[in-house]
């Protein structure tokens, strides 16, 4: 069997940090579907992440960022692309002065929303129900009920791939639209980020933190596995309306489905393969613009190769 010459350079170059080889992917997505990773590497500070991410550079090697895989869809027989999961000191949170919280890219968007309701500050109510990390909200300027991140995003810590350094940048040079940021075009890798809020009282915070939940709840299928909204917001209305209207809602392939609850999720009913998830992606995409001449971009970060 060949040896894989980036995985040995990890070992010999970095022997204190976990990895692990043949990884399942669909055990670390929301989606519940992927095959075996090449490898997966699990830093668990700034400095290990750095030197790992100038490894991958130095070898040509271009590495995939993992947080909670909540969007983003696996290629059934897996990557070849080395996983990178960061965690440990990267999962932890402080406050720093006055309204600035300071976080590592693993901190959940739940786990900060509630550290900035417990320190009566208020701004992030809207992140509590969306599913992934600091890090992957920062690079796709997550956003829901009216917030998104730039809405409090002070500056960002990153390594950037180019230069090979780390950058701190400040939001506003950060290029953050809807479902994008720099970081989507000209690439890098977020380590931290400071997030600005403003004072508030805890029960009013936390009031409507649980009526955003609520909505949530009574209209999204977090019952079911699924990468959160399939298709990015299009030009005019919403994707979720276009695909209701098209009456493709509960279509099937396999065991992807268009949820019956809400139109702008697939999900997986069991079983579903990479493949079925395409597949019916392919059928929606195709349907709206037939019938509307839209035609719906993905929003699900698809991962087959």
């Known amino acids: ?141 997550a956003g829901a009920y009216g917030g998104e991140m730039k809405d409090v995003l002070l500056r960002v810590r990153f390594f950037d791939d180019g230069a090979g350094e780390v950058i701190t940048m400040p939001a506003g040079e950060l290029e953050l639209g809807y479902r994008t940021s720099r970081f989507s075009t000209k690439g890098g890798v977020v380590i931290s980020a400071e997030l600005e809020l403003r004072s508030g009282v805890r029960e009013e915070i936390d009031a409507l933190m649980r009526s955003l939940m609520e909505k949530r709840r009574a209209s999204q299928p977090l019952d079911k596995a699924s990468a959160g909204s399939t298709f990015k917001r299009p030009r005019e209305g919403y994707a979720a309306a276009l695909i209701d209207g098209c009456g493709l809602k509960g279509r099937s392939v396999g065991a992807a489905q268009v949820s019956p609850k809400h139109a702008g999720f697939i999900v997986n009913n069991g079983g579903a393969s990479c493949g079925d998830v395409l597949e019916l992606m392919r059928i929606v995409q195709d349907t709206v613009q037939r019938e509307t001449g839209t035609r719906l971009e993905p929003e699900v970060k698809i991962i087959e190769s």
Request: glycine share 12%; hydrophobic share 45%.
């Open 1 to 141: 069997m060949a040896r894989d010459i980036l995985l040995d350079t990890i070992r010999r170059e970095l022997p204190d940090m976990e990895l692990r080889e043949g990884e399942i992917l669909s055990a670390h997505c929301s989606f519940r579907i992927g095959g075996p990773a090449r490898g997966m590497a699990l830093p668990r500070s700034e400095d290990e992440l750095v030197s790992l991410l100038r490894l991958c550079r130095s070898l040509g090697e271009e590495p995939l960022l993992l947080g909670r895989g909540t969007n983003v869809l696996f290629a059934d027989s897996g990557t070849r692309r080395l996983v990178v999961k960061p965690c440990g000191d990267l999962a932890q949170m402080r406050l720093e002065s006055g309204t600035v919280i300071s976080a590592g890219c693993a901190v959940t968007l739940a786990q900060l929303a509630c550290f900035a309701r417990d320190n009566c500050l208020a701004g992030l109510e809207f992140a509590h129900g969306i599913p992934g990390t600091l890090g992957g909200a920062v690079v796709m300027n």
